[in-house]
């Protein structure tokens, strides 16, 4: 499967399994596995990751222990200091250590199978480029890599930073405005009775009047969409729900566009499991997919974890800090960094009662509380139990101890039932992630948790509708806030059309996850309209604009201008929002941390117009003046008569895109759906794959992925799925025996 390199032989002899492995793999290259044991079974799957993406599960390892600037040089320095504020080698092995031994042995051998690929077939390209061979893979690597997509989801402790400092910039009666919890004209719970209330806006003064807009006043496009899109979506359908009187299931999680692609498919069989769909590379079993009885699909719960603490040490360069009425001295990791054609660099990181510090404000320091170190379990365990439950009451008892990282999950079951629950540890805490605690006044971090039976969900039956797209899940008297905000409702809200539109099928399902229909665009390109039919003067810019945004149907299709000028219109409005509100430095980090929360906010002041908000409370003349805004940077970039095909275009880059290996990149994506609409494709993030499972009905439905199974450039398989992938079509992932059988391409055997 490597370029230049000889395809496996029928028998590859001499691997430490206990009996013959047979591997099948498909037209698509995705791996189906039958062992006769489990030991074997996860050996095998840890040698076709081997196989297939060696570097990557290198480069993952690297990114989360702190480590890239061994390969890369000083280029990742800043990368591994960020990394290493707390210690995953620390978690990793507290993680593994209070593993079942069942689960222990899993990641050995998982983590042999790697080896024996290492040692028996050749290594990737870029590891001769970059001349260096990778360490030996150990069990507990599974557990650290397995945190590089956990900490893209995460509720970081630096937007926790980001939102107090907001607060503290723009005053705490406007802290629900800036950071509001759902869009009230486009709410759309799952669980619960009705929308909950939401309180309207208070009127501002305006602090900062001269505005000057961030893309003209910085150098280079500071790119504002950078976190938008990042979550997932999906739904399901009970079978008295659905056209084909089985339940249906659809999964598309939105992730960083990457080459390789974040996600490795697999049909795994053993006696007693038999389970397919994707995994992260590096981590045995399948996490998102479907076993012969259940599937199930998970979206970013998008809840707070974190906690943190404004320290008061005695003085900038002490490792004193007040605890109560007496000091207690912090205690001291060291970390040593070793640099790439560059001199070793020792940093000194500190941990108070309260968590790791994070931010050094001189004789303030910033600590945080997060649930992953405090309580060290891995949620290896419930992912394994998901492969192997028979009914969506097993899935429900599997996740009821589910640790986390919090996710939305939806289950569906070969008895035509469907259900939806958000699981994880979410700590019941006061601030809910917008604010900092007082250190000294502060007791233990370690607060009650939500109970299981609290948090929202969907009772698993043949009646349900379920979906989620990282928005506010519960409705009205729910007695949690549980995050700071939640993602902007506007997907979950056009999913909810969908679904209420008649008897689900697979089609409609996969006409959902192509949609690219953004409901806020729509009326945002309306207002926008209607304000600029009011413009003074003949500007001609404006003109287009305007004609442009009132034949603007919501579609973010290749083809549309009127998508292109909203979506400058949109980020221009949130940018000038923000910056007559905020410093320009830390206007820059709001949009850049929360851009969700910037675009609701402007609609939510678009439609309510409260008073303060904008220059002389004259909104069309705000929109008036963020459309020159967006017209200057569409010119500026050379975009101004493009098409959205042209400006909302992604291409996934190669981790060493950036060393000018350009040519490793993967397929050009032209512009179709955004941020906001179902078919997300944004700057950074974008579907990572889609999946519709026919529940017990295996062979129909299908699953894609944008790129290809191998990350081995040069592979017949490194980019093949691009043109499956643009043709928004499913594909159906070969789970019988008899279309496994027809499906084969390339057949071979792991033996003893």
Same mark, same amino acid.
């Given at each position: 499967?490597?370029?230049?390199?000889?395809?496996?032989?029928?028998?590859?002899?001499?691997?430490?399994?206990?009996?013959?492995?047979?591997?099948?793999?498909?037209?698509?290259?995705?791996?189906?596995?039958?062992?006769?044991?489990?030991?074997?079974?996860?050996?095998?799957?840890?040698?076709?990751?081997?196989?297939?993406?060696?570097?990557?599960?290198?480069?993952?390892?690297?990114?989360?222990?702190?480590?890239?600037?061994?390969?890369?040089?000083?280029?990742?320095?800043?990368?591994?200091?960020?990394?290493?504020?707390?210690?995953?080698?620390?978690? *990793?092995?507290?993680?593994?250590?209070?593993?079942?031994?069942?689960?222990? =042995?899993?990641?050995?051998?998982?983590?042999?199978?790697?080896?024996?690929?290492?040692?028996?077939?050749?290594?990737?390209?870029?590891?001769?480029?970059?001349?260096?061979?990778?360490?030996?893979?150990?069990?507990?690597?599974?557990?650290?890599?397995?945190?590089?997509?956990?900490?893209?989801?995460?509720?970081?402790?630096?937007?926790?930073?980001?939102?107090?400092?907001?607060?503290?910039?723009?005053?705490?009666?406007?802290?629900?405005?800036?950071?509001?919890?759902?869009?009230?004209?486009?709410?759309?719970?799952?669980?619960?009775?009705?929308?909950?209330?939401?309180?309207?806006?208070?009127?501002?003064?305006?602090?900062?009047?001269?505005?000057?807009?961030?893309?003209?006043?910085?150098?280079?496009?500071?790119?504002?969409?950078?976190?938008?899109?990042?979550?997932?979506?999906?739904?399901?359908?009970?079978?008295?729900?659905?056209?084909?009187?089985?339940?249906?299931?659809?999964?598309?999680?939105?992730?960083?566009?990457?080459?390789?692609?974040?996600?490795?498919?697999?049909?795994?069989?053993?006696?007693?499991?038999?389970?397919?769909?994707?995994?992260?590379?590096?981590?045995?079993?399948?996490?998102?997919?479907?076993?012969?009885?259940?599937?199930?699909?998970?979206?970013?719960?998008?809840?707070?974890?974190?906690?943190?603490?404004?320290?008061?040490?005695?003085?900038?360069?002490?490792?004193?800090?007040?605890?109560?009425?007496?000091?207690?001295?912090?205690?001291?990791?060291?970390?040593?960094?070793?640099?790439?054609?560059?001199?070793?660099?020792?940093?000194? /990181?500190?941990?108070?009662?309260?968590?790791?510090?994070?931010?050094?404000?001189?004789?303030?320091?910033?600590?945080?509380?997060?649930?992953?170190?405090?309580?060290?379990?891995?949620?290896?365990?419930?992912?394994?139990?998901?492969?192997?439950?028979?009914?969506?009451?097993?899935?429900?008892?599997?996740?009821?101890? /589910?640790?986390?990282?919090?996710?939305?999950?939806?289950?569906?079951?070969?008895?035509?039932?469907?259900?939806?629950?958000? *699981?994880?540890?979410?700590?019941?805490?006061?601030?809910?992630?917008?604010?900092?605690? =007082?250190?000294?006044?502060?007791?233990?971090?370690?607060?009650?948790?939500?109970?299981?039976?609290?948090?929202?969900?969907?009772?698993?039956?043949?009646? *349900?509708?379920?979906?989620?797209?990282?928005?506010?899940?519960?409705?009205?008297?729910?007695?949690?806030?549980?995050?700071?905000?939640?993602?902007?409702?506007?997907?979950?809200?056009?999913?909810?059309?969908?679904?209420?539109?008649?008897?689900?099928?697979?089609?409609?399902?996969?006409?959902?996850?192509?949609?690219?229909?953004?409901?806020?665009?729509?009326?945002?390109?309306?207002?926008?309209?209607?304000?600029?039919?009011?413009?003074?003067?003949?500007?001609?810019?404006?003109?287009?604009?305007?004609?442009?945004?009132?034949?603007?149907?919501?579609?973010?299709?290749?083809?549309?201008?009127?998508?292109?000028?909203?979506?400058?219109?949109?980020?221009?409005?949130?940018?000038?929002?923000?910056?007559?509100?905020?410093?320009?430095?830390?206007?820059?980090?709001?949009?850049?941390?929360?851009?969700?929360?910037?675009?609701?906010?402007?609609?939510?002041?678009?439609?309510?117009?409260?008073?303060?908000?904008?220059?002389?409370?004259?909104?069309?003349?705000?929109?008036?003046?963020?459309?020159?805004?967006?017209?200057?940077?569409?010119?500026?970039?050379?975009?101004?008569?493009?098409?959205?095909? =042209?400006?909302?275009?992604?291409?996934?880059?190669?981790?060493?895109?950036?060393?000018?290996?350009?040519?490793?990149?993967?397929?050009?994506?032209?512009?179709?759906?955004?941020?906001?609409?179902?078919?997300?494709?944004?700057?950074?993030?974008?579907?990572?794959?889609?999946?519709?499972?026919?529940?017990?009905?295996?062979?129909?439905?299908?699953?894609?992925?944008?790129?290809?199974?191998?990350?081995?450039?040069?592979?017949?398989?490194?980019?093949?799925?691009?043109?499956?992938?643009?043709?928004?079509?499913?594909?159906?992932?070969?789970?019988?025996?008899?279309?496994?059988?027809?499906?084969?391409?390339?057949?071979?055997?792991?033996?003893?």
């Amino acid at each position: 499967m490597r370029a230049g390199a000889a395809e496996p032989p029928p028998v590859v002899a001499g691997a430490p399994v206990r009996a013959p492995v047979h591997i099948v793999r498909d037209e698509r290259g995705i791996p189906h596995v039958v062992a006769a044991n489990e030991h074997d079974l996860y050996f095998a799957e840890g040698y076709l990751q081997g196989t297939d993406r060696l570097f990557q599960l290198d480069i993952y390892r690297r990114l989360v222990e702190g480590r890239l600037a061994e390969i890369l040089g000083t280029l990742a320095l800043k990368s591994d200091l960020d990394a290493r504020v707390f210690s995953i080698d620390e978690l *990793a092995a507290a993680q593994f250590a209070a593993l079942p031994a069942a689960q222990r =042995d899993h990641l050995a051998a998982f983590a042999a199978g790697v080896n024996f690929a290492m040692k028996s077939r050749p290594l990737p390209p870029e590891f001769r480029v970059l001349g260096y061979r990778p360490e030996p893979w150990v069990a507990r690597d599974s557990l650290a890599a397995s945190f590089a997509t956990v900490l893209a989801l995460t509720d970081s402790w630096n937007d926790v930073a980001t939102r107090a400092d907001v607060v503290a910039a723009v005053g705490p009666a406007a802290r629900d405005a800036f950071f509001s919890i759902s869009d009230p004209a486009y709410d759309a719970p799952t669980a619960g009775a009705g929308r909950a209330p939401i309180a309207p806006l208070p009127p501002l003064s305006i602090a900062y009047p001269n505005v000057t807009p961030l893309h003209v006043a910085s150098a280079g496009e500071p790119d504002l969409d950078d976190r938008a899109g990042a979550g997932s979506n999906e739904f399901a359908a009970g079978a008295a729900r659905t056209a084909t009187h089985r339940a249906l299931l659809a999964n598309d999680p939105h992730l960083e566009l990457r080459m390789p692609g974040v996600w490795w498919l697999a049909d795994l069989r053993a006696p007693g499991l038999h389970v397919a769909g994707a995994t992260l590379p590096g981590v045995p079993g399948i996490i998102l997919g479907h076993n012969e009885h259940l599937a199930w699909g998970a979206t970013n719960g998008t809840v707070a974890t974190v906690a943190i603490y404004r320290e008061r040490f005695r003085s900038a360069d002490s490792d004193e800090y007040l605890a109560g009425n007496a000091f207690l001295r912090a205690a001291h990791r060291s970390e040593r960094f070793v640099v790439r054609f560059g001199k070793p660099v020792v940093r000194d /990181y500190l941990r108070t009662r309260h968590g790791f510090v994070f931010a050094d404000r001189g004789a303030v320091k910033l600590a945080a509380a997060w649930t992953a170190d405090i309580d060290r379990r891995s949620s290896f365990v419930q992912f394994d139990a998901l492969d192997r439950a028979a009914s969506t009451a097993a899935a429900m008892r599997a996740l009821a101890t /589910y640790p986390g990282p919090p996710q939305n999950f939806v289950v569906a079951d070969d008895r035509g039932r469907a259900g939806y629950v958000l *699981a994880g540890e979410i700590p019941i805490d006061d601030a809910w992630a917008l604010g900092a605690h =007082d250190g000294p006044s502060s007791g233990s971090p370690q607060r009650p948790f939500v109970p299981f039976a609290r948090l929202p969900h969907v009772t698993p039956s043949r009646e *349900a509708i379920a979906f989620t797209a990282n928005a506010r899940p519960y409705g009205a008297r729910y007695p949690y806030r549980l995050s700071a905000a939640f993602s902007p409702p506007y997907r979950a809200a056009r999913i909810r059309e969908h679904l209420a539109a008649g008897r689900a099928s697979v089609a409609s399902f996969e006409a959902i996850q192509a949609d690219d229909t953004s409901l806020p665009e729509r009326e945002l390109a309306a207002a926008g309209a209607r304000a600029l039919a009011k413009a003074p003067g003949n500007d001609p810019g404006l003109q287009t604009a305007r004609r442009e945004l009132a034949r603007f149907d919501g579609r973010f299709d290749g083809s549309s201008r009127g998508a292109v000028f909203v979506y400058a219109l949109r980020r221009a409005a949130m940018e000038r929002l923000a910056l007559l509100h905020m410093p320009s430095e830390l206007a820059l980090r709001y949009l850049k941390s929360e851009p969700g929360c910037a675009f609701v906010a402007v609609m939510r002041m678009l439609r309510e117009r409260p008073h303060g908000w904008v220059p002389g409370d004259d909104y069309d003349a705000f929109l008036i003046a963020a459309m020159r805004d967006g017209i200057a940077d569409l010119r500026a970039h050379g975009k101004s008569d493009a098409t959205w095909s =042209d400006v909302g275009d992604r291409t996934a880059q190669h981790p060493l895109a950036a060393l000018g290996l350009g040519a490793w990149n993967g397929t050009r994506f032209p512009g179709f759906g955004d941020a906001y609409s179902p078919h997300v494709q944004a700057p950074a993030n974008a579907q990572s794959f889609r999946a519709v499972w026919d529940i017990g009905r295996w062979d129909a439905g299908g699953m894609v992925i944008p790129q290809g199974e191998s990350g081995l450039p040069g592979s017949p398989h490194y980019r093949d799925l691009a043109p499956t992938w643009l043709a928004g079509t499913l594909v159906p992932f070969p789970f019988g025996d008899r279309a496994v059988a027809s499906a084969a391409r390339e057949r071979f055997e792991l033996a003893p």
